[in-house]
């Protein structure tokens, strides 16, 4: 039986677990790390998918922001890690999660969504693209074609410059 459940229903050393075998114990030095540093994930938009008792994948989000020099925070919500077990992936646990965090964001969302992620997986199937964020900047190296965003729950997507930050 394969069921979505809050991610505060887990253990957290479970969950780091499962992040170390997807991402690799080296995963904190990663960019992505830097722009949620010391900010709890959103309990309305973070899930875990388990299967039979055991825990199979999980997904996080965190609230961020988009700040520019001389404008107001603009309020956005990063999503990831998505991570799947090594050994049960390309099984259709990823697409589950995004798809049920997606559902949600719909209505808790309160900006619009970015993540750190490949295009051709993420763009493919839940619609995240380059097209908005070519001038945003992250506290850390990345790849601009990885930087992807999309609208959500009417937030519609910003596309000046800023500097991506925790709020
Ligand atoms: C990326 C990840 C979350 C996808 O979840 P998954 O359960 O393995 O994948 P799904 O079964 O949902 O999707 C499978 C499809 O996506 C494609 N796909 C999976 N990862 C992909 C990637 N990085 N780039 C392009 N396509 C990808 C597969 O080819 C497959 O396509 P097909 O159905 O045409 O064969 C998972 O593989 C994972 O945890 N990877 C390691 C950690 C990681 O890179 N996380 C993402 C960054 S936040």
Partial sequence: MVELLPLSNIEPQAVEDLLDAAF???R???TAYRIREGVDAVPE??????????????IQCWPVALRAPDADDIPLVMVGPVAVRPDVQRGGHG??????M??????????????IGDPEYY?????????ATG???????????????RAVNGHDLPTGAGMIGSR
């Fill in 102 to 115: 997606l559902d949600a964001a719909e209505t808790e969302a309160d900006g619009a969504l970015m993540m």
């Fill in 24 to 26: 690799g114990t080296d």
């Fill in 123 to 131: 763009g493919r199937f839940f619609g995240f693209t380059a097209d």
């Fill in 28 to 30: 904190f030095g990663r």
């Fill in 95 to 100: 697409r589950a999660l995004m798809v049920h």
């Fill in 135 to 149: 001038e945003w900047d992250l506290p850390g190296p990345f790849e601009k074609r990885r930087l992807l965003a």
């Fill in 45 to 58: 938009l973070s899930f875990a998918l388990v299967e039979d008792g055991a825990l199979v994948g999980t």
